[in-house]
């Protein structure tokens, strides 16, 4: 995108921002002391997470307006527009030589919000593909702390917090199991049935034909397990 379509675009979401109330344009001015509508285009999403700051990312490299109270007196994170509606820590960079912070969290539903005001002008197509690709990101990546991955497609399909009648149920998911109880096989993904090893009496992953092809690079019940449960 050439810099003369940014800047039609800046101009289109100044004037916007001047007939249309947006909390997170708002809420970005006041941090930066710069024009919400400047902020926003030169944001850049970082990183997703759950309940924590990545060790990665310095604490005191984070806006200090990110940090504050809930109604409970409790310490918590907010949102950029100040509000403590933080279900996800969305952490997006911003450099400006003249602030004391690099980066800046974000809440989801000021993103998802900010998203449908974009949509409103129905000209500013570049940041709203930005932010819906932020938005798109963030559900993938909170997807990953609800659910387990499938043994056999590798998608976050298995919520965690269910009591499973059936113990294959637990690593691959509906789409991946056929009637009576058969599972993919993670190689070829043939249908067969469910079963332990008689040697390691751990579940089988294969089917009888990729078990025995030595052209196949195996892989253990116990390290699959560990791969696609490393987020519970």
Known sequence: MSKEDIQQEINIL????TKLYNRLLWG???ITNVKGYLVL???????????????????????KENFGTNDQGEDT?????????IKHLSIVKYDNPKLDFKYIILGTQCIKTTIDFLHKTGEIHHLKTKLLCWYSNIMSESKKYK???????????????TDYKKEYKKYWCKKCVGLGGKVQCISCGKLRFYMDSPTTKEPMLYCRDCFYNHHIEKISFRQKKKDCLALS
Request: charged residues 25%; glycine residues 4%; hydrophobic residues 30%.
């Open 147 to 161: 659910n387990n991955a499938c043994f056999s497609c590798g998608e976050y399909n298995i919520p965690k917090k």
């Open 14 to 17: 100044a004037e916007a921002s």
């Open 41 to 63: 285009p030169d944001l850049e999403y970082i990183k997703y997470a759950e309940n924590s700051i990545p060790i990665d990312i310095p604490t005191h490299d984070i806006c």
């Open 28 to 30: 970005l001015e006041k």
């Open 77 to 85: 994170y907010l949102c950029a527009c100040g509000k403590p509606h």
